[in-house]
């Protein structure tokens, strides 16, 4: 039996479809088990919330993930959020979380600061994603 990798998956509301895309990739991936940490979209706090609030929620969803997914699109690089995330997966912990960063489909275009802090870029497709999973998660 598989292992159930605790995954943070990184995302703008912006590009959800990217992120409903890799969900699906996980999801019908044979003898891989995860669970998404991931702060949903229809969580009140993105609506009601503060931002102090919304930081507080990811952290915690951080702490209970083995790896962080992010996707490498250019729009990553603008994105107040994302780059907050990065800074609570490497600084945030006694044991940084590692970053993977996961290339766009059909793209060259790569967000700098996502390569910059990633343990590991991958493509977009599903075995390399599962693998970089697996080689550095700690479960």
């Not at 979209?41 to 209970?64: S, Y």
């Not at 945030?92 to 600061?113: E, L, Q």
């Amino acid at each position: 039996m598989a292992t159930t990798q605790n995954l943070f998956i990184s995302h703008s509301w912006q590009y959800s479809d990217a992120y409903d895309k890799l969900c699906n990739l996980l999801d019908n991936r044979s003898y891989f088990d995860y669970k998404n940490f991931s702060v949903p979209k229809d969580d009140p706090i993105h609506t009601n919330g503060t931002d102090k609030q919304l930081l507080e929620a990811i952290t915690n969803k951080m702490r209970l993930s083995h790896v962080i997914l992010i996707m490498a699109g250019k729009y990553s690089t603008y994105s107040k959020w994302i780059n907050k995330e990065i800074i609570v997966g490497n600084e945030g912990f006694t044991n940084p979380k590692p970053i993977i960063g996961i290339k766009p489909w059909r793209s060259t275009v790569v967000s700098s600061v996502v390569r910059d802090n990633a343990a590991e870029m991958v493509n977009w497709n599903t075995h390399s994603i599962v693998e970089a999973i697996r080689r550095h998660s700690n479960a």
